[in-house]
């Protein structure tokens, strides 16, 4: 990780604080030879005469060990911003702190037993390292935790004495929501818990992704009515009485389906995606009912975020079945970014026009392979979640069906270029019944992948990106009835999740072969992995707004 220094007169006056490459290899003589030239910011600071002492690098280097600085979130964030999270996107990338702790939600493969958070140890210096340290379990089973956010992040950055302190746990099966203290950051605990009753008195069920917003309050997609039918609505929490608020929507036109969503008050603007109707995809996923557009959604929807009510609809058609994660660019004023769609396996580049409506352009698509012994003769990548980095340099996504994790280079959004992939599992390996007939991309099929002795069973679902973007984690469930019909496996063994090292400048990423989270080694709790949290917010939980001059 990077060096944060201070650099000293005799006595302590003023911090400054200098980044150091973390590649620094070779004699001290070659020290300045590297991306960040020490030397440089010498001869050009002002305040070279109070380092004078500091003659050379030898002697530099043995100064920069001995101040080296290991620093919480919670210092990071005290130094960064008035209140919770990072003043901007570049912020936390660049001084947010390296992650020790994950927030993992554990759906319970036995029925009779509740789901579980999961707190894992992933400070390398740990001796827990790669070890689940906590275990929360919820109060009823059958609950199926999916998603989860907080109750503030960084679009809250100015409410000053407001703290990240409580986690929203959406219920897709029943309906609850849990909200769990994580002021003990190692062993979090429940605070309060919404009955179903209380989403079911608005007419709405099936609670997805949860967000706070600038004023304080905490939303939730919701993706159905009470007979299981499609309905995007939001479930409004207050976030410092924890109580209740009804819709968030103030317009009788409602979507016809929800699931996730992001916002942009800048450009007055929070959009939202489709999966289906509840009723249906509960009960399993059936390739004939992907095609009937009164079950699975194909389409964006746009709301006016200072009036909240649907302004714009836009149909993606039958080339965007099922647009699930989206995700604005970080950059508060950039008015774009991307959703990525499930059963057609494409990303879309959604943007607004000089019109002010929103339009979409099809800029990335992963070519379906032909195969035999699968249920169809086509199998599409299936592209279940996507994410940006915090530079919005690059977009990741994942292909549970082919089971790969992709790169992406979206410097120029238009034209996304692979950087890295890297298969984790899936439909189409090597030793499985499927044989692949005819592939764009591939000349062979991919081999199993084995970590620490342990098989990656099911295929890459939800990721996780450090701040600095060096680390991406990766967990291999999506919903509990869909791991048992594609992936059996996963129920008798349990999750994983893994870790990729990215090489943030040339792109490309590398299985961390040392890294292993092993879901199913108590064969009293074996879980299904899905969502991952960091205590301090992450690229996905996180929104930031513009700034004021």
């Not at 079911?200 to 304080?216: A, E, Q, V, W, Y």
């Not at 992939?421 to 090597?430: D, E, N, T």
């Amino acid at each position: 990780t990077s060096l944060i220094v201070n650099f000293q007169s005799h006595k302590i006056a003023q911090r400054d604080k200098v980044r150091v490459s973390p590649n620094i290899t070779g004699s001290p003589s070659s020290f300045l030879d590297h991306n960040f030239v020490l030397g440089r910011w010498f001869r050009n600071s002002s305040r070279f005469a109070r380092i004078q002492r500091v003659s050379t690098i030898s002697e530099t280097l043995r100064f920069l060990s001995r101040t080296t600085l290991h620093r919480s979130h919670e210092m990071a964030e005290k130094k960064a911003c008035s209140g919770p999270g990072y003043r901007s996107p570049k912020v936390a990338m660049l001084e947010g702190p390296r992650e020790k702790l994950l927030y993992v939600i554990g759906i319970h493969t036995n029925p009779d037993k509740a789901d579980v958070l999961c707190t894992v140890d992933v400070d390398p210096d740990s001796p827990t390292y790669c070890q689940i340290i906590h275990k929360l379990r919820m109060l009823t089973a059958g609950d199926e935790l999916h998603h989860s956010g907080w109750n503030i992040c960084s679009s809250c950055h100015g409410l000053s004495g407001r703290k990240r302190d409580t986690l929203v746990l959406p219920c897709l099966m029943s309906d609850r929501v849990y909200l769990v203290d994580t002021s003990n950051e190692k062993m979090p605990r429940i605070k309060k818990v919404f009955e179903p009753e209380e989403m079911h008195k608005h007419g709405i069920s099936t609670p997805h992704t949860s967000h706070c917003l600038p004023n304080g309050e905490i939303i939730i997609s919701t993706m159905g009515n009470l007979n299981g039918d499609g309905l995007g609505e939001f479930f409004c929490i207050d976030a410092e009485t924890l109580r209740t608020k009804g819709t968030w929507t103030k317009s009788q036109e409602k979507a016809a389906f929800g699931y996730d969503f992001w916002y942009q008050p800048y450009h007055d603007t929070l959009i939202a995606t489709e999966w289906g109707a509840p009723r249906v995809f509960k009960k399993g996923y059936s390739p004939k009912d992907v095609h009937d557009p009164k079950i699975y959604g194909r389409s964006l929807n746009v709301y006016s975020w200072n009036v909240r009510k649907l302004k714009q609809t836009i149909n993606l058609g039958e080339d965007g079945i099922a647009p699930l994660e989206i995700r604005f660019l970080h950059d508060p004023l950039a008015a774009e970014g991307f959703v990525g769609c499930a059963v057609t396996s494409n990303i879309y580049r959604f943007y607004k026009a000089k019109d002010n409506s929103w339009k979409v352009e099809k800029v990335i698509q992963v070519p379906s392979k032909k195969v035999e012994g699968w249920i169809m003769p086509l199998m599409s990548g299936m592209i279940t979640d996507i994410l940006l980095s915090l530079d919005d340099k690059y977009l990741y996504l994942s292909n549970w069906l082919h089971g790969d994790v992709r790169q992406y280079d979206i410097s120029d959004t238009r034209n996304p270029k692979l950087t890295g992939q890297v298969f984790l599992g899936g439909s189409i390996l090597s030793d499985s019944q499927v044989r692949v007939i005819q592939d764009e991309e591939m000349s062979s099929q991919p081999d199993p992948v084995y970590v620490k002795g342990r098989r990656l069973y099911g295929a890459p679902q939800m990721l996780q990106l450090s701040l600095d973007g060096r680390r991406l984690y990766v967990t291999t469930s999506i919903f509990k009835l869909w791991d048992k019909q594609f992936y059996p496996e996963l129920l008798k063994y349990g999750s994983t999740m893994v870790k990729l090292d990215i090489d943030v400048e040339k792109g490309g990423m590398k299985l961390d072969r040392q890294f292993l989270v092993d879901f199913g080694t108590d064969k009293s709790d074996i879980l299904l992995a899905h969502e991952m949290r960091y205590p301090g917010g992450d690229c996905t939980s996180d929104i930031w707004l513009a700034e004021k001059p």
